[in-house]
């Protein structure tokens, strides 16, 4: 970047001082490095060269008369044309305030005079890289937001041109249907026409007009307009007073005139026609009937010109297409009344067979010649779908899977001249997947060539999913039962379900035992074959991410199943709510759709008792488990697959009940691997159950018919003795801890004891040594951390703080600061070596703080080799001036003590001042308690412009403390920022005797 700067020579720098030697040698910097300098000598020099030329860095000196540079910057960045030049203060203010001062007035750097060639391009070349990069991620964004504006509206477009397709050929399909078209009554089916084109492409009118004989002339059949709700007819009009136009009709093509009023092919109509009925567009269609253009349907609209689209022309197409059949219909109606008879008679016949007719070509698309009625029923399809309009195939309808065995049994059937049967997979136009049985044959001619098939289709969804539920009941019965546990019995349901819809992923989720969420189960269930591997890995990472979550009642998909006890269908994932992103990384594993189904534990649940409750190990929940299942295409609710898996869950939920109920007592007892006695009152041992002996104090064999006392060591013995009778004498649990010395080692034992009758009880120990360990290290780890919160913070600040993690801020009235600075401590540190020289200030700043224990001050911080300390907050005090008074005497005390030591000139400069601030903690990271107002400034005014050895205190401080220490009157010095100010040295305590 630096290199760039320097050979373009482009960057314009306006350099800022008062003090035309330090302008020179910053310009003589900066030029050397191929920058372009402007100066200025004052702060309104200043700005209007900013404002008139924009440089791209500004170097502001502060100290300047009339105008400093804090002002001067604040100005800058109040400016629309300049608050995005990164400005750079120069000054020979070293001072924290002063650097916070310059940031707060919107400064981006802080460069110390004099300051180093190095630095100051450093500084600057790393500003105008900061200047450029944010300048080139402006742009980038309002580029991509454009983008991104560019592309919604082009998704809304083509949502919008969706819709209107739908609609359109919604219509036309309404229009095809129509038997005013088909039965020949042209004036009904021009009517219809002629309302539907006025309502669907929204124009005021609609009108259809036919050549006479000779083509001289057009005669209007019918007229509508939407206004008026009206029709009329019977207007002509004539080649010889509009012949643009009819020469246009002649071309056999669209005419789509946006403004018809200057569109050549129109606008002869201009003045006769469209100005008294408003109307500004038109859109004129050919009639075409047996390969001529025998008319033109006419669309007109009223009101600002309007913009022809792909989508109206296609569709006024289709509408003449639809008067051409209307027409050509009439024409037909006397020659096919016997034909119509003779069909009508055959429809009827066919419209009584369940299922559909069909006569087809032998093609890979199976076009249909001829369909009976019963195809809509079937499919969801007009006839005119799969016939006149050829909008849809049967071989689009089979199922994808189905398709190519289906083709290979009919193709074999073919090459044997024999008949066909087959049973397979159709969706129809719901997306409902149904079952069908078909039975067919070849039509040959005399030659033996194929001229097309024939046959029936019939429904046979009913009986396949019969058979389906009694298969997949009697399958899943089975498996279930013969499961050895509840996660295999549930791992089962899922792998069944999913191989019988085709799924390719199922899981469980099942209650926690408290029924407050809901949890992933172990089982689960992924279609591996036929996948592609990437897929499978995708789709286990989604099963990983999902086994450490948790679900509450509502949340996503299983909690959703489960708040409600009704199975769901989700047809496409991206629509749900996903509070946790585990549906966002599911549809990037490819999954689309999704179906939940809870399995509810059958009975009474709400009747029974909380005591049988209390005896249960499992979940309070009477949902056992939500099975939940995926696939990887988008699918709408199948109703059938609904309720055949909800019967499964139904059926199984007793089954998995019983299955869970056994897994919870083998865990019971699999547990029980604790030391396990019973005792009567006395204490006496009755019985060791054999589970895990290496608790016992003693060999088992030595405490059968022993009483505690003779077994344990007496506190233990005692402790254990009161459980008995408290749980005996009360009939309830009693639960104690207690430590054993076994095999060398010291075990926590947790006893439970629980009554078995009104002399005995049985005692369940168990081993929680590890957990008392960890809460003891725990607790040990909490007083570590609260100890190095408190070494940080003040106790208050540091409660209020773990209570309230925003800003603390508060105000004192009285406080008392002290800044004290080593004086020759910069000369030794160039002879000592840096570890030698830190391990010096620790030691000094250590004794500074035993002090302020001591003398219960609070220490603010350290910069560098200053240390500052305050009385008075968190916690006010009353004597706050006599104690930073004794710290301040004490700490020159302890220099001189390290200077006789050392051996080295080394000395403490100290200031002191009263007055109110405010303290607190802000930021989020790295706490620090700290002080800010006018008195703190004028603390580190006292200290900075103090002498080496001496304390010097302002007037407000020296008011609080004249009658107990002694001073001596400074005068007035000139204290930056607030002028003169009168000071004082203090010398010591009256009571020292001098």
């Known amino acids: 970047m630096s290199s760039e700067l320097t050979q373009t020579g482009k960057v314009n720098i306006l350099a800022v001082d008062d003090i035309p030697d330090n302008l020179r040698l910053l310009s ?18 200043a700005l209007k060269s900013a404002e008139r030329w924009l440089p791209e860095l500004i170097m502001l000196d502060i100290n300047m008369p009339e105008m400093d540079g804090y002002e001067v910057c604040r100005q800058l960045k109040a400016s629309e044309r300049t608050r995005e030049v990164p400005v750079i203060f120069i000054s020979a203010l070293d001072e924290a305030w002063d650097k916070v001062k310059a940031f707060a007035a919107g400064g981006a750097d802080y460069i110390t005079k004099p300051f180093q060639a190095e630095e100051v391009i450093a500084r600057v070349e790393n500003q105008l890289t900061i200047s450029r990069q944010r300048l080139s991620l402006q742009e980038r964004t309002a580029q991509l937001e454009q983008e991104i504006k560019a592309r919604q509206q082009a998704e809304e477009a083509e949502r919008a041109r969706a819709v209107k397709l739908r609609n359109q050929n919604l219509v036309l399909t309404q229009l095809a249907k129509s038997p005013a078209l088909h039965q020949g009554d042209l004036k009904a089916a021009l009517k219809q026409i002629t309302e539907a084109s006025v309502q669907n492409i929204e124009v005021e009118r609609a009108s259809v007009w036919l050549y006479d004989k000779a083509k001289t002339k057009i005669q209007c059949l019918d007229l509508f307009e939407n206004s008026s709700n009206l029709h009329s007819e019977g207007v002509e009009l004539a080649a010889a007073d509009f ?3 009819f020469l246009a009709l002649l071309q056999d093509e669209p005419i789509a005139a946006d403004d018809a009023h200057t569109d050549p092919r129109t606008r002869e109509f201009s003045e006769p026609y469209l100005r008294p009925l408003g109307i500004n567009s038109m859109l004129d269609i050919p009639i075409i009937i047996k390969g001529e253009t025998a008319g033109v349907i006419c669309l007109e609209h009223i009101g600002p010109a309007r913009q022809w689209t792909a989508e109206d022309v296609n569709f006024a197409r289709s509408l003449a297409d639809l008067v051409s059949l209307a027409i050509e219909a009439r024409e037909r109606k006397q020659a096919e009344l016997a034909l119509a008879e003779s069909q009508r008679t055959l429809l009827t016949l066919m419209s009584h067979i369940p299922g559909i007719a069909y006569r087809c070509l032998n093609d890979r698309e199976w076009k249909m010649l001829f369909v009976s009625e019963g195809c809509y029923e079937l499919t969801g399809y007009p006839v005119e779908a799969f016939t006149s309009q050829k909008t849809v195939t049967y071989n689009q309808l089979i199922h994808p899977e189905d398709r190519e065995p289906v083709w ?6 073919l090459e044997n001249r024999r008949p066909f049967e087959l049973t397979y997979r159709i969706a129809a136009a719901t997306g409902e997947l149904k079952w069908v049985w078909e039975q067919g044959q070849g039509i040959f001619d005399p030659n033996g060539e194929l001229l097309y098939l024939e046959g029936l289709i019939t429904d046979i969804t009913a009986r396949k999913q019969a058979e389906e539920e009694v298969r997949l009941l009697l399958t899943i019965g089975q498996a279930i039962s013969a499961a050895p546990d509840f996660d295999t019995a549930l791992e089962v349901a899922l792998q069944q379900v999913c191989e019988t819809a085709g799924w390719i992923y199922g899981e469980a989720w099942v209650p926690t035992t408290d029924g407050s969420a809901l949890i992933c189960s172990p089982s689960w269930y992924c279609q591996r074959q036929g996948i592609d591997p990437t897929a ?5 990472r989604f099963r990983e991410y999902g086994e450490v979550l948790t679900f509450l009642p509502g949340e996503e998909i299983p909690g959703q199943v489960w708040s409600t006890r009704q199975s769901q269908w989700f047809a496409d994932l991206t629509e749900m709510e996903d509070p946790l992103l585990r549906l966002e990384l599911a549809v990037q594993c490819g999954l689309k759709a999704g179906f939940a189904v809870p399995v509810v534990s059958l009975g009474n649940w709400q009747q029974q008792t909380e005591e049988r409750r209390s005896y249960l190990l499992s979940s309070q929940s009477p949902v056992l488990a939500a099975l939940v299942f995926f696939t990887l295409s988008t699918r709408s609710e199948d109703k059938w697959l609904s309720e055949l898996v909800n019967v499964v869950a139904a059926q199984s939920g007793t089954v998995l009940q019983q299955k869970k109920v056994q897994a919870e007592m083998k865990a019971l007892f699999a547990a029980m691997t604790d030391l396990v006695t019973v005792r009567d009152v006395s204490g006496r041992c009755l ?6 002996t290496a608790f016992l104090y003693k060999p088992a064999a030595e405490i059968i018919g022993k009483k505690l006392q003779e077994e344990l060591p007496p506190a233990q013995a005692d402790l254990i003795l009161k459980g008995i009778l408290k749980a005996v004498s009360g009939q309830k649990t009693v639960e ?13 034992l947790a006893q439970t004891i629980s009554p078995l009758s009104a002399e005995t009880a049985i005692l369940v120990a168990r081993d929680i040594t590890h957990r008392v360990q960890a809460e003891s290290a725990l607790r040990l780890e909490r007083e570590k951390s609260e100890q190095l919160l408190l070494n940080i913070l003040p106790e208050q600040i540091a409660s209020q703080l773990k209570e309230n993690q925003g800003a603390i801020a508060e105000h004192f009235n009285e406080v008392t600061i002290l800044f004290a600075d080593l004086v020759g401590f910069t000369p030794l540190s160039a002879r000592l070596k840096p570890i030698e020289l830190v391990s010096l200030l620790n030691k000094i700043f250590s004794s500074f703080d035993e002090l302020a224990e001591q003398l219960g001050l609070e220490k603010i911080k350290t910069i560098g080799d200053a240390y500052m300390v305050a009385a008075g907050l968190p916690v006010p005090r009353a004597n706050h001036a006599e104690a930073i008074a004794e710290m301040a ?17 080394l000395q403490i400069r100290t200031g002191i001042n009263t007055g109110a601030v405010v303290a607190g903690v802000i930021g989020t990271k790295k706490f ?3 002080l800010w107002g006018d008195a703190v400034n004028i603390a580190s005014r006292m200290e900075s412009s103090g002498q080496p050895g001496r304390i010097q205190v302002t007037a407000a401080t020296c008011e609080r403390l004249k009658h107990k220490y002694r001073f001596e009157k400074r005068g007035a010095i000139h204290v930056k920022g607030k002028g003169e100010m009168d000071t004082y040295w203090l010398l010591g305590s009256l009571s020292d005797g001098h």
């Open 243 to 245: 012949p643009a136009y």
């Open 736 to 748: 104690i801890e207690y430590c054993l010395p076994i095999a060398g080692k010291d075990i926590w």
């Open 889 to 905: 005497l004490a700490m020159q005390a302890e220099i001189q003590r390290f200077r006789a030591e050392l051996g080295e000139n």
């Open 408 to 413: 290979n049994q009919v193709r074999a059937a």
């Open 928 to 930: 620090i308690y700290d």
């Open 536 to 540: 499978v890995a995708e789709i286990e």
């Open 28 to 45: 003589s910097i900066l030029a050397a490095r191929g920058y372009k300098v402007s100066k200025a000598i004052s702060g309104q020099m």
């Open 687 to 692: 019985n060791v159950i054999p589970t895990n």
